[in-house]
């Protein structure tokens, strides 16, 4: 059985009240409509500061001249054509400049329809600053140099990096200027920052780029092993070095030194006591009769973080020289 929907009377009142307001609404969306449009059809004058697209610079060649990165440009137009410039046309100016070169230097007028080509037609121009762009050259020259990143990274408990962090490409080659490319010896790409790894990492990294200097490479991939770790202790024999020649013995008071590192699981049975080194060096006799002990030598994907002793005492006889008389 349908039921008609009925309205109560204070929603019936209102409906026919909106009715009243309808053809207002009509009107004043009109009226809006036909403002809008005289308006956009009036002339108006316009700043304008547009980024510039230096293109296609010739590789025996580095641009040493020092050229503007934006141009301001003051227009005329009807709203419509600056509509239609900020919605429809490149916000940009683009200056091929190997179809410019055919001297070491050379000069272009900014005001020139040819490089205002992405204005539009709808765009009149009054006024450019600068106005006129000049191009030096010079031979160009390369060098190559390493590439530097700040890295800032913390791994989750019981994890660590196995052996080092590593980059690919480690170093670029730069192209520009002799004057440019002296004053430069490294590069910087952005900077690394990770928290709470567990996990290896590949990361790519935009370098730096250089005013007037050519990369043959903009990027830069640092890469980690990262696993999870575990603690072992070993001794190992201490070895005494550069003895003098009136030593004819020499007692350590201690012969081995213990050694605590972190390693990775990966690693544990690859790892041998054989693969460290410690030595004693008596040109390294403190005055307190004592020689400090140096790990030399351990595997790069190990990280020592204690040692005992850290120095050792000597007992020595000495020739005695009134025995040789």
Same mark, same amino acid.
């Given at each position: 059985?349908?039921?008609?929907?009925?309205?109560? &009377?204070?929603?019936?009142?209102?409906?026919?009240?909106?009715?009243?307001?309808?053809?207002?609404?009509?009107?004043?969306?009109?009226? /809006? @409509?036909?403002?809008?449009?005289?308006?956009?059809?009036? =002339?108006? #004058?316009?700043?304008?500061?547009? *980024?510039?697209?230096?293109?296609?610079?010739?590789?025996?060649?580095?641009?040493?001249?020092?050229?503007?990165?934006?141009?301001?440009?003051?227009?005329?137009?009807?709203?419509?054509?600056?509509?239609?410039?900020? !919605?429809?046309?490149?916000?940009?100016?683009?200056?091929?400049?190997?179809? +410019?070169?055919? /001297?070491?230097? +050379?000069?272009?007028?900014?005001? $020139? *329809?040819?490089?205002? /080509? &992405?204005?539009?037609?709808?765009?009149?121009?009054? #006024?450019?600053?600068?106005?006129?762009? %000049?191009?030096?050259?010079?031979?160009?020259?390369?060098?190559?140099?390493?590439?530097?990143?700040?890295?800032?990274?913390?791994?989750?408990?019981?994890?660590?990096? =196995?052996?080092?962090?590593?980059?690919?490409?480690? &170093?670029?080659?730069?192209?520009?200027?002799?004057?440019?490319?002296? %004053?430069?010896?490294?590069?910087?790409?952005? *900077?690394?920052?990770?928290?709470?790894?567990?996990?290896?990492?590949?990361?790519?990294?935009?370098? %730096?780029?250089?005013?007037?200097?050519?990369?043959?490479?903009?990027?830069?991939?640092?890469?980690?092993?990262?696993?999870?770790?575990?603690?072992? %202790?070993?001794?190992?024999?201490?070895?005494?070095?550069?003895?003098?020649? =009136?030593?004819? /013995?020499?007692?350590?008071?201690?012969?081995?030194?213990? !050694? @605590?590192? +972190?390693?990775?699981?990966? $690693?544990?049975?690859?790892?041998?006591?054989?693969?460290?080194?410690?030595?004693?060096?008596? #040109?390294? +006799?403190?005055? $307190?009769?004592?020689?400090?002990?140096?790990?030399?030598?351990? *595997?790069?994907?190990?990280?020592?973080?204690?040692? &005992?002793?850290?120095?050792?005492?000597?007992?020595? $006889?000495?020739?005695?020289?009134?025995?040789?008389?």
């Amino acid at each position: 059985m349908n039921q008609r929907h009925k309205y109560s &009377s204070w929603q019936i009142s209102f409906i026919r009240g909106q009715r009243k307001y309808l053809p207002f609404f009509v009107c004043l969306g009109i009226s /809006a @409509t036909l403002w809008f449009t005289r308006e956009m059809g009036k =002339n108006y #004058e316009e700043h304008l500061s547009m *980024p510039v697209v230096y293109e296609n610079i010739p590789l025996s060649l580095s641009l040493v001249s020092k050229v503007p990165s934006t141009i301001s440009i003051t227009v005329e137009a009807s709203g419509w054509g600056l509509l239609k410039h900020y !919605i429809f046309e490149d916000q940009s100016l683009k200056v091929n400049v190997g179809a +410019l070169k055919d /001297a070491n230097t +050379l000069h272009i007028e900014t005001k $020139n *329809p040819t490089f205002l /080509a &992405s204005l539009g037609e709808q765009l009149h121009v009054l #006024e450019v600053f600068p106005k006129e762009i %000049t191009f030096a050259f010079e031979p160009i020259y390369s060098k190559k140099v390493p590439i530097k990143t700040a890295i800032d990274i913390s791994y989750t408990q019981q994890y660590m990096l =196995n052996g080092e962090i590593a980059f690919s490409p480690d &170093s670029i080659i730069l192209y520009g200027s002799h004057a440019e490319l002296d %004053t430069i010896s490294t590069v910087v790409s952005e *900077p690394l920052q990770m928290k709470r790894v567990k996990e290896s990492f590949s990361e790519k990294l935009k370098i %730096t780029p250089i005013r007037n200097v050519r990369m043959n490479s903009t990027f830069t991939t640092v890469k980690g092993d990262v696993e999870k770790f575990t603690e072992q %202790t070993i001794s190992i024999p201490i070895k005494f070095l550069n003895a003098p020649s =009136n030593i004819v /013995a020499v007692d350590l008071m201690v012969d081995k030194v213990d !050694i @605590t590192y +972190l390693i990775g699981l990966s $690693n544990v049975q690859k790892c041998y006591p054989s693969d460290f080194e410690a030595v004693a060096d008596y #040109e390294k +006799l403190s005055k $307190n009769g004592t020689i400090p002990i140096e790990i030399v030598r351990f *595997p790069q994907y190990v990280r020592i973080v204690q040692q &005992s002793p850290m120095n050792d005492g000597i007992i020595v $006889n000495y020739i005695d020289s009134k025995q040789n008389e």
